[in-house]
Each structure stands twice: as C-alpha cells, then as structure tokens.
C-alpha cells in the first residue's frame, strides 16, 4: 500500500535523471560503454523482488573500538517478503530481532524489546537497506542512500552511501555482495572506523 | 382612572428602568458551559470537569489537505518551527525527526530518574555486570549502532527502558517524515494552547495564530514544479476549535433569531393591524418580558448564557400573544363604546394559559443542565411580567380610538371552512393510538443515547475530530484509572503506587498496559529514591572493574557512563518545565490537572489485542485491585459505562420533569375548571398533537434527545391557550364572540409558529430541536383543538361580523 506512494517522488526523479542520462550519453557516448549496464540494478532488484521468502545462515564480526576483540555471533536468517526480517542469532547466546512493519522486535533471554524505528532514525536507514534489497523496493533505497551497482547480474556488489548528513554520521557505507539472488555479504562501515562484516550462505 | 395609570406607570417605568440596569451591567457566558450538566455522582463531575476545564481542552489537532505529499510535509514542518516559537502555545509536534530527537535527548538527559529499572540492584557489581552483558548481546543484534552508541554512555539500557514504556498504543503513520494520515492525504499536526479551555478569548487568539502562520508558512514554501495540485487546506479540531466556533455560532444565532423572529412577527402584526402604533403598543409587553425574564436569570443565576438569549426568542412568539388577543378579542367593546374593557372572561382564559405555561416552565427549573434552567427561569419571568403589563400597563396607553382592522371576517372565514370539517372524535383517537403504536415499536431506537447529541458542535465537526484522532493514532481511552489527591506531589506518589498495583494486572493478562503521568515526570519522592540508587564515581568505577572483567572491553570504555551518573545524582529535580517543546509535554499535561484545587491524574489502561471490540477489560478486577487505595482518591472508570450512565440519567431526569410540568398543568386546570370533561376537552388535543408530533420525528428518522422531550412540554405549555379559548367558547355557549377568538387565535399561532420556526431554522442542534417539535406542535394544538370543539359551537355565527 505504501510502496507506490513512496515512489511517486522517486518516479518523477527517475524521469529527471533519465532526461539528463540522455544527454550525457550522448556527449560521453565511448566513455559510458564501460560502466555497467545501469539495467541491471533494476533487474537484480526485480529478481530480489520476485522471492517472497528466503532462509540463510550468518556469521557476523563486529569490529567495534571499544572492544578489544571482535564480537562474533552466528545464526539464522529468515525473510518474508516485503517487510519481515528476522535475524536469529544461536551463538554466543541466542537472541532474535524480529523487524516486522516497521517495529523492532528483540528477545533476549526472558526480556522482550519493542522499538518503533520512527523513534530511532538513526537505526532505520540501515535495517531498511537490507530489508529494501531483499524486497527489490528501489524507491525505498532510493530515499535513503545513493545507489551504485557494479558487476553482472552473477556476481554483483551493491554500494550504498547516505543522502542525508546526519545519517552520514553514523553510516559511511554498506556493500551488499551477491550472486543473482543470493545475498552473500553485508558489510557496514562507519566514519569511526568501526565495522560489522556479515557473511550469509543461503539454505535452499 | 388618571391616578391609577400614573400609579401603574410610576411602578412598570423604574421597573423597567431597574430591569434594563440589571440586564446592561449583568455577566454573559457564550462558552459552552450551558450544555455541561450539573452531575450527580463523583465520578461523573469527574467526567464533566475534565471535559470543561481539563488540560485535553487544550489540544488542538492540525490538518493540512491538498497539495502533494512534500508540498504538505514542506508546509507541516514549517508551520511547526513557525509554532514552536510562539508563546499561546505550550508545544507542537508534527512527528519530524527533528521533535523525536528533541524527545530522545529529554529522555536521554533524565534517563536515571525517568527510568523505572534505576534501583542500587541495578548497579551493583551483579546488576551491571547483567546490564552489560545484554548491551553486548544487543551489540551483534541489527540494533546494534544503537548498542554501541549507548554502551559507552548508557550501558544499563535506562533510554531504551523508557522509550519502551512510552511507547504508546497507537503510532500516527509518517510520509515524508512527518505525521499523515493513513492515506496519505493530509499531514497531521498536535498543538497545544497555553489558554486553558476555559479561556475561549485566548483559545480563539492561539486559533488565529496557526491560521496566520499557516498562511505565512504557504507562502514561504515551493510547490513542486510541473505539477498542478489542489491549494494547500487548514483543518483544525479540537475542543477550542469547538468553543470558539460554537462561541461565535452562539452569538451570531441569538442575534440573527431574534431579528429574524422580531422581523416576521412584526411585519405580521403590521398587515393585521394596520398601525405602527397598536403594533408598537403589541411588543410593549414582549420587550418588558424579555428585559424582566433576563433581569430574572442574572439575579437569578448569576450569569446569562447566551445561549439563553436565543432559546428566549421563543417567549417572543408566546408573549405576543396575550396584546394580539386583548387587541383583537376587545374589539368589541371598542366599538360598543367603552374602550378596553376587555371582558373579564378574557383575563381569566388569558391567565390561565399563562399559568399552565408558567407550570410547564417551572418543571425546567431542576433541570441539570444550565442552559435548560435558565431558559425556565427566564420564561416564567418574562411571561408573568408579559401578561402582567398587557393587562395593567397596555390599557392605559392605549389611545382612545385603537386602530385595528376588522378581523371579524378572517375568523368568521375560518369558523366557515371548519364547521362542515367533522371528525368523529373517535378517528382522532384513533389517530392518537396509532401514533402510540408506532412510538411503541419503536422504542428501542426512540432515544438518542448518545452525550454527543447534546453537543453544540455539529455532527460533521464531531466526525471529523474523531478521524484526525484515530489518525493521529490517539489511544482508544475507553477504560481509565482517575487518582486525585490535594497537590501535584502527591497525586504522583499515589500514581506510582497505583502504577505497580497495574503491572500486576499485566502480568496477570488482565491489561495490555498503561500510561501514567508519573512516566513523564515522576514524584520529587520517586525521583530522590531514583537518584539515591546511584553510586558516587570512584564507586561505580570500581564496581564497573569487577562487572566487566573478561569481557573484551577497552579501559576507560565507561568513562562517559560514570560522568553522567555523578552528574545525575546531584542534578536538580524534573519538573513540568523541563518537558516544554517535547511531545511528553503534550502528553502529560493530557494526563495530570488541577481542578478547583485539587490534582488529578489520569492513568488510561490498554486492552490487550482482541479481535472483539476494543476496551475489553475486565474493569471489576482493575476496582479489585485498586481497593487498598484510600477511598475516594482512585477512580477506575468505563467511560462507556458512565457516558451512558450520565446519558440515561440526564434522560430519565427530564422525562421525569416533563411528566410532572404535565402533572401541574392538569392539576391547575383540574382546580380552576372543576370538570373532569371540560380538563379532558383541554388536555386532549394538547396530548394528541405530542403523540402526532413525536411520531413525525420517529418516522423522519430523528432521535428523540432532551431537547426534543422539552420541546414536547412545550406544546403542551404554550397549546393549553388554544384550547383553553375553544373551552371557553364551549362552556360559555358564547357564540358571539367566536369569529374575533378564532381570528385572534389564528394570529397568535402564527406568531408562536414564526417563532419557533425560525428556531428550528438554527444550525445549533439544541435549539433546532425545540424549534422543530414546538412549532408544528402548536400548529397542530390549534387544529386539534378545533377539530375537538363541539361542531354547534363552530357553527352558529352567521352574523359573522360582530359590532
């Protein structure tokens, strides 16, 4: 229901953009042969699109400067489309986060978290990148990061790079790496220096 | 008979002249008190109190239509900033990142003495070494950036504590990061006025104040090119929206009533009478009424709702009647030569109607609700000085040679055409039973028992409130604990101890939740305890050494943490004035008041899911719980219950005072007429046109409210004259008079008509009620009164034009 509201904005940019692609193309013709073919995101994004559940196994590092060694967790992935996301950590201690509409919702042990993402703004542009590639919604990447696909549909990395300022401050980048429509890798850098490196194996 | 006009002018002038002093120096309310009713039981003025001067009345809700999504949200976070710096409000929020951080940063910067978890468990060596280990475990969860950002600074997790428990039921759904509603159509703002509900002047200033700075905020902002978009629209809701509008729809009605009735009224009597004069002469004792009855209501009460003012234009209609009857009915002795003397029977009919009036009146007197007071009050005066001065004043003004046309031949006209109209009394009757049929069938639906009927605001405000509420995602509050204590301090310690009685009940799955005002600001008491959890520095460091040991933290990892407990502990109390510019400002001052110098906090309980109809909790084993309270000081309510409650008792009150104002209107007419037959002749087409009337309102689809049930009181109060000038007429066997008591009575009705059709014309719901039952009331009165008087009597006068 919110999707194609969410695009209109979006939808008239891409109408700008295109009308600017079109002279740019034709002043840098040779030049822009090299550059991957700008459809592919948008048939990486169909194809991310078309599945409405996945199951996958992680291995998640966070390199974190207060810690003085990297914590390590692992678990399971679970995704139905468009907008739950549950990530089910086994080790070192079980804990789930289940985002679901908008809400984040963590079991650790006996205590129940809720955390509505509106109240966090620094937390959602991140989940949201992750659940938006699952889900194939460009628009909703769109609104938070400037996109930049390089690679073939088979072996392709996603660059995500904030928009917005303050959200910059907390997030340089996310790479996603994968394979047709497999997630293999996400990997979250911030201007600190700090990082989170995910590696996920699909479970068909 | 000089000294005895001077004698009756030397009293009615002054007393004019005092009435008229009283009436200019007297207080006049047009807010919307007059429809609050007087409420007997605790909790329902409670209820009352909190709807007239509860902090809620301060909420304004803010819509902007029209334009696109970034358009509204462009003008919506304007319109805030613009909002937010303005003193007639207390606090704005449009739900823009830039307020949920101004929230984040009050709750992170009172974390310890917001947070229920600050205990010293919490931060001995276990407690932290706990509170650690799940920041850690939240660390490697897709929470984590916040986990790392609070491990250093609030690694108890106190922030997340609290915004966990303020998070409310509802969330108000967000486009273009700010507040919309569901669809998507219209942004969404909640504003608070300083000016308390009570205080419509200031309400009305905070009002104009958006709409200037919404215009303002219109013309700063830049439609997106290219697109042609509906213009920008303001909708505001609320109840100072309520009280200003229904404040100024008040006082434009009653002026606009009163002009329009006076108008039509006089015109009419200017064709009948043909004389500026006698027509002046006619609203003498209509304007002494009306100065007498208010004169009445501002000793009587103190203040004069306007409202009063306007529900008066009826005593207009009925007033007017006793000179159109002394005018035209004392023809006859005009013209016998003997100016006005108006026949003693006349006096004695026209007195009698006036007391059934004034009995009818009389039984608003009790009423609970203001407005409907003083609406008795006002007629009882304004029709006894009315009569009073038509039969002692007029006289004596009058000019020897009184200029009335010959209305002889109107009556004589209408004696004409009703005399061949037979209706068999048993057809009425049957009539009147078929109308008492169908009132039966449908008396489950008869009444309106809804509060909001009663309201001056019209339906479409109604719904549209209702809408921007439910899409601001405001709880459903149907279920409530009310605690009441004599100041803030304790009011907050007796909701803290209420609050843990409830997390039993949710953890027995009683409730969902609740809210409390004691999360926004906790008692000084709470807060010292709060503050005395937390351990001095070199404490909390070495403690924090013993917690964290083997895990891979970096030293100096809690040097943040340990700053801001040492600051928390010697920081100041929390008080209402550090909430300002946050949305918990917002909603505390919804939930913690002072009334008539007493505290009162509001904790509204969450149902938990159903797929029922929300607000099902078991509200006897909340009361169960709630017993060791001390009596009296916490309430747990169903609103439902007790609107309904409130409702039935208001309807019952009046059902039981229309029954009695119609109990002393036949035992009046029972000791003046002595005879059963001649009280039964009276009261019967008084009787039938309410059963006719009623039934029209039921088969047209109107629910029956008190003002409808009053209205019916009325019919019988103002259509006891008709029918008492046919009995008259009957027992007399006076056939010569008949042609100028019927013209005299067609022309009276259609004053009284005029009046209250014009009522009924009025947009205010309370007054087109009574307008619309009275007026075809006593149309039809008249009628049936006629139709019920003895055809002989009809028939006789052939001679028609009496001289």
Redesign the interface.
């Known amino acids: 229901m919110s999707a194609p509201r969410q695009g209109a904005a979006p939808g008239a940019c891409r109408r700008t953009c295109r009308r600017i692609g079109l002279i740019v193309i034709a002043a840098f013709w040779p030049l822009m042969l090299a550059a991957a073919v700008p459809g592919d995101l948008d048939r990486l994004l169909a194809l991310l699109a078309q599945r409405q559940h996945g199951e996958a196994a992680f291995e998640q590092d966070q390199f974190l400067s207060v810690l003085t060694r990297p914590a390590h967790s692992s678990g399971l992935l679970t995704y139905d489309a468009p907008d739950r996301l549950e990530q089910h950590t086994l080790e070192p201690r079980e804990q789930s986060a289940v985002l679901d509409h908008g809400v984040l919702t963590l079991q650790l042990g006996t205590h129940r978290r809720q955390l509505a993402l509106r109240d966090y703004p620094q937390l959602a542009p991140l989940l949201e990148s992750v659940r938006a590639t699952l889900a194939g919604d460009r628009p909703a990447l769109e609104k938070w990061f400037a996109l930049d696909f390089q690679g073939d549909l088979d072996h392709w990395q996603l660059l995500l790079r904030p928009r917005d300022p303050s959200l910059a401050a907390s997030v340089t980048q996310v790479r996603l790496r994968g394979e047709r429509a497999a997630i293999l890798e996400v990997d979250v850098q911030q201007p600190d220096g700090d990082h989170s490196l995910m590696r996920i194996t699909p479970r068909e | 008979m000089k000294r005895s006009r001077w004698l009756v002018l030397a009293i009615w002038l002054p007393g004019m002249a005092l009435a008229a002093l009283i009436v200019a120096r007297a207080r006049y309310s047009s807010d919307l008190s007059a429809f609050l009713p007087r409420s007997p039981s605790a909790s329902q003025r409670l209820l009352v109190g909190q709807l007239q001067n509860g902090l809620a009345t301060r909420l304004i809700l803010i819509g902007i239509e029209g334009g ?3 358009l509204r949200a462009q003008v919506s976070s304007r319109l805030a900033a613009r909002l937010a710096s303005d003193s007639a409000l207390l606090g704005v929020s449009n ?1 823009e ?1 830039a307020s ?2 101004r ?2 940063q009050f709750v992170f910067e009172h974390r310890y003495v917001l947070s229920d978890t600050v205990t010293p468990e919490r931060f001995s060596v276990a407690g932290l070494r706990e509170a650690i280990g ?1 920041m ?11 986990a ?2 609070m ?2 600074r609030d690694p108890t997790g106190e922030t ?1 504590q609290i ?2 428990q303020l ?1 409310p039921g509802g ?1 108000a759904h ?3 990061g700010v507040w919309s509603s569901p669809d ?1 159509q219209r942004a969404l703002l909640l504003a608070e006025t300083r000016a308390s509900g009570s205080d419509t002047d200031g309400q009305e200033q905070a009002l104009a104040l958006i709409r200037s700075d919404f215009a303002a905020a219109l013309t700063s902002s830049t439609p ?1 090119p290219g697109r042609a978009t509906a213009p920008l629209r303001l909708v505001l809701s609320g109840p100072a929206v309520f009280a200003v509008s229904a404040r100024s729809t008040i006082q434009r009605e009653a002026m606009r009533l009163s002009l329009l009735s006076t108008g039509l009224i006089v015109a009419l009597l200017l064709v009948v009478y043909r004389s500026a004069t006698t027509v002046l002469l006619g609203l003498l004792p209509v304007l002494s009424g009306a100065l007498a009855g208010v004169a009445a209501v501002a000793i009587g009460a103190g203040v004069v709702h306007g409202i009063t003012l306007g529900f008066g234009i009826t005593l207009i209609g009925e007033s007017v009647d006793y000179s159109i009857y002394l005018f035209i009915q004392s023809r006859r002795g005009v013209q016998g030569g003997t100016p006005l003397a108006a026949p003693a029977r006349l006096w004695r009919t026209i007195g009698l109607g006036m007391m059934t009036s004034v009995c009818g009146f009389a039984s608003l007197l009790p009423s609970s609700f203001p407005g409907l007071q003083q609406l008795g009050l006002y007629s009882i005066a304004g029709l006894m000085v009315a009569a009073a001065v038509t039969r002692l004043v007029l006289p004596q003004l009058l000019p020897a040679r009184l200029q009335i046309r010959d209305l002889a031949p109107l009556g004589a006209a209408a004696a004409r055409l009703l005399a061949p109209v037979h209706v068999p009394a048993l057809v009425l009757a049957m009539l009147g039973a078929l109308c008492a049929l169908l009132l039966y069938q449908h008396r489950a639906t008869l009444w309106n028992r809804d509060l909001a009927a009663l309201s001056p605001v019209p339906a479409a405000a109604q719904a549209l409130d209702a809408k921007l509420r439910s899409e601001l995602g405001a709880p459903d509050v149907s279920n409530l604990i009310v605690v009441s204590a004599p100041d803030q301090e304790s009011v907050l310690q007796r909701s803290q101890r209420v609050a843990q009685q409830l997390d039993g009940l949710v953890a027995a799955g009683v409730i969902a939740g609740y809210e409390s005002p004691t999360q926004f600001l906790p008692s000084r008491l709470t807060q010292a305890a709060r503050r005395a959890s937390l351990p001095d520095a070199p404490t909390l460091r070495t403690r924090l050494a013993a917690a964290s040991s083997g895990l ?3 030293a100096g ?1 809690f040097d943040d943490f340990v700053n801001q407990v040492s600051a928390a502990r010697t920081a100041p109390d929390l008080t209402r004035a550090d909430l300002e510019h946050t949305s918990m400002g917002l909603a505390l001052d919804a939930l913690l008041w002072q009334h008539s110098g007493q505290w009162y906090a509001l904790l509204p309980l969450r149902a938990k899911d159903t797929e029922g109809p929300a607000g099902d909790i078991d509200i006897a084993r909340v009361r169960a719980a709630l017993e060791a309270n001390p009596p009296g000081s916490v309430l747990a309510l169903n609103l439902k219950q007790e609107t309904d409650a409130l409702y039935g008792g208001y309807l019952r009150e009046a059902a039981r005072l229309a029954l009695a104002g119609f109990a002393a209107i036949v035992l009046l007419l029972s000791a003046v007429l002595r005879s059963v037959a001649r009280v039964a002749r009276v009261i019967a087409p008084l009787a039938l046109s309410v059963l006719v009337v009623s039934a029209a309102l039921v088969l047209t689809g109107t629910e029956l409210t008190i003002l409808h049930l009053i209205g019916l009181l009325l019919i019988v109060a103002v259509g006891s004259n008709y029918a008492l000038f046919f009995d008259r007429r009957a027992a007399d066997h006076d056939r010569a008079g008949l042609p100028l008591t019927l013209a005299s009575l067609l022309i009276a009705n259609a004053c009284t008509v005029i009046g209250f059709g014009v009522l009924a014309s009025s947009p205010v719901p309370l007054l087109s009620a009574l307008g619309s039952t009275v007026a075809p009331g006593a149309a039809l009165a008249l009628c049936f009164a006629a139709l019920l008087t003895p055809r002989a009597v009809l028939a006789a006068p052939r001679s028609g034009t009496v001289g």
């Open positions: 696109d999504a970034q739900g990142a949920a951080q929230d984040q799940a850690l475990d939240l660390a490697s969860s897709p929470a984590g950036l916040l790392k950002s491990l250093s997340l915004m966990e998070e969330t967000s486009e273009q998507g997106s891979p933290l970096r990892a």
